[in-house]
């Protein structure tokens, strides 16, 4: 059973666009909502994250907004730059349980 | 100065060997993490230990065992290896448990079994 379910699997977007990525968890017990960003041949880092009392976090060009109602949470780049190129994994945990459940990833291309 | 380090960073061998990853880490965390990611980049959770305990064991083969020698340390052995084992395993560490703990990935080790 897949608990967080992310799209698109791939996305291209022209430099200066917005990159939107979605995701959908089941489990509403989980409180903690990480978007990592992983390059080629490195480890995922943490990128930004968010709880679910919030609906919206901003961190410079990126933004999470989240939708506890629907389940749903997104990941917005805005101003794509071409070094934003990467994959993007969003995920869910229960902070009691230190455990992370991560979605499929986003491999997301940005055209100079 | 690398936070967490992983050793070897490729491994290949032929099925049936036992092999062993090392991590280790800098950061003075508590709290480390084996995760796999397969061919198709889906990150799962292995283990994790907590000041050497261990904390988190998933449905995983007891062909894996994971040793923390010190907190600093979290090694994975594989015995028997099977064709299905061919994977990305990445290290990580957090500060201590709960998620309020960012999580720490090394580079990976890319093994292959042939």
């Known amino acids: 059973q897949q608990q967080v379910k992310q799209s698109p699997q791939s996305l291209i977007v022209q430099k200066g666009g917005i990159s939107i990525i979605n995701c959908a968890y089941e489990?509403?017990?989980?409180?903690?909502f990480p978007w990592y960003q992983q390059f080629p041949g490195k480890g995922p880092a943490l990128l930004i994250a968010?709880?679910?009392?919030?609906s919206e976090k901003k961190e410079g060009r990126f933004t999470i907004s989240f939708n506890k109602s629907a389940k749903q949470f997104s990941l917005h780049i805005m101003d794509s730059q071409p070094g934003d190129s990467a994959t993007y994994f969003c995920?869910?945990?229960?902070?009691?349980?230190?455990?992370?459940?991560f979605g499929k990833g986003t491999r997301l291309h940005i055209l100079p | 100065d690398t936070a967490v380090s992983q050793t070897p960073k490729y491994l290949v061998t032929q099925m049936g060997n036992d092999k062993s990853i090392k991590c280790e880490q800098n950061?003075?965390?508590?709290?480390m993490y084996w995760y796999k990611q397969d061919s198709k980049k889906f990150l799962k959770i292995m283990f994790s230990?907590?000041?050497?305990?261990?904390?988190i064991n998933e449905t995983v083969p007891n062909r894996f065992s994971p040793k923390s020698p010190d907190k600093a340390h979290l090694n994975l052995h594989i015995n028997s290896l099977e064709l299905g084992d061919s994977a990305v395993y990445f290290c990580?560490?957090?500060?201590?448990?709960?998620?309020?703990?960012?999580?720490?990935f090394g580079p990976g080790t890319r093994l292959t079994v042939t």
């Open positions: 990580a560490s957090s500060q201590g448990t709960g998620l309020s703990y960012e999580q720490y």
């Open positions: 489990n509403t017990a989980f409180d903690y």
């Open positions: 968010i709880r679910p009392d919030v």
């Open positions: 995920a869910a945990s229960l902070a009691r349980d230190d455990k992370i459940i």
């Open positions: 950061l003075g965390h508590d709290t």
């Open positions: 230990y907590n000041n050497k305990e261990l904390i």
